[in-house]
């Protein structure tokens, strides 16, 4: 985003406006973090702010909306009206439309200025200002370059520092990802100048669980299966699995990079039944050049980042899971 682009956006939001924050569908740390990031800063200028997700959003990650700003569109009527009536829309940690399942329709009838702020590879060009930067850990870290480029870094307080340093530790694997660069750091160091406590955020996050997500961890755990000739390890989970601990979204966040802990593993991925849509919801990661953004868009319809993406497949479970079974041949020479 140029210093032109910058100007425009802050001539807009110079004025009082009906502004619009739109996260991805099933959105994790970083989505949540962004969104009320964003929302905390313009709070600042008095501009009527509402943040609109797809659907909810897992437990663990409410903290960041002690008041339960956050509208659930799924789930309520006026949403539509808000997304018609806006004169800025921000669309945060996603790069595509489709992320937001039938919210996209309101926003193309919307004449509501677009900003994209996304870190993910090959943008759709949908929006009239797009901040991309794939090479960028998260979109928080993002969004505080955003703030910083408007001239309001002085504006980042611990309220807004606490949403932007959770999004960022959870989208780099708590700082460990190839994504985190010394920028990253930078950032972070900034963030926590204004006082919040990172082991308090970490705690929030990460030792927060129900029981029945520890035993569903451990239930995955036991279902690892690793494809030696190939580097490769996957768990599949079935409805049936995850009714048997109770699921909730986000329940499931962070299993599939257990299997990167293993020896020699250079490529890890869960596929998990969901009934209720008729589809299995896939993650992959992966550690070294192996680059599952490309295998996830080439054998799935999917994508996301080298070393972190996700995909959906309409087979069966057992069918999806013999597929990817039979792709990984494509990729020998990559995984050996």
Not at 5 to 10: A, L, P, R, S
Not at 122 to 143: G, Q, V
Not at 222 to 238: A, D, G, M, Q, R
């Amino acid at each position: 985003m140029n210093g032109s682009e910058i100007d425009k956006i802050k001539r807009i939001l110079s004025v009082k406006r009906k502004i619009v924050i739109i996260p991805h569908k099933n959105p994790d740390g970083d989505a949540i973090g962004s969104s009320t990031a964003l929302k905390y800063y313009l709070d600042n200028y008095e501009h009527d702010v509402d943040v609109i997700s797809p659907n909810h959003f897992p437990e663990f990650l409410k903290w960041m909306d002690p008041n339960n700003v956050i509208r659930i569109f799924e789930e309520d009527e006026s949403c539509k009206q808000k997304i018609i009536d806006a004169d800025i829309i921000f669309t945060l940690d996603f790069n595509n439309l489709v992320r937001i399942s039938g919210m996209k329709d309101y926003v193309k009838i919307s004449n509501a200025k677009l900003v994209m702020i996304d870190h993910h590879e090959e943008p759709s060009d949908y929006a009239d200002f797009m901040y991309s930067e794939p090479e960028m850990s998260s979109t928080c870290e993002m969004i505080y370059h955003f703030i910083d480029k408007l001239g309001d870094k002085d504006k980042i307080d611990k309220k807004i520092s606490c949403s932007l340093y959770a999004g960022i530790m959870t989208d780099t694997g708590s700082f460990k990802f190839p994504s985190t660069t010394y920028l990253t750091h930078h950032v972070v160091s900034q963030l926590l100048k204004t006082g919040i406590s990172h082991s308090d955020i970490h705690n929030k996050i990460y030792d927060n669980n129900k029981f029945e997500r520890l035993q569903l961890l451990s239930f995955s755990l036991s279902k690892i299966k690793v494809v030696e000739n190939f580097n490769t390890c996957y768990i599949s989970l079935s409805q049936k699995d995850l009714d048997r601990f109770s699921y909730e979204r986000g329940d499931t966040e962070g299993i599939v990079n257990y299997g990167l802990s293993i020896k020699n593993i250079k490529f890890a991925v869960i596929f998990m039944e969901n009934l209720k849509d008729n589809v299995i919801r896939i993650s992959l990661r992966s550690r070294g050049d192996f680059d599952v953004n490309d295998f996830s868009k080439i054998i799935f319809g999917g994508g996301g980042h080298k070393n972190a993406a996700g995909a959906i497949s309409k087979k069966s479970l057992k069918d999806t899971v013999n597929y990817f079974l039979e792709s990984l041949k494509n990729f020998n020479e990559l995984l050996t």
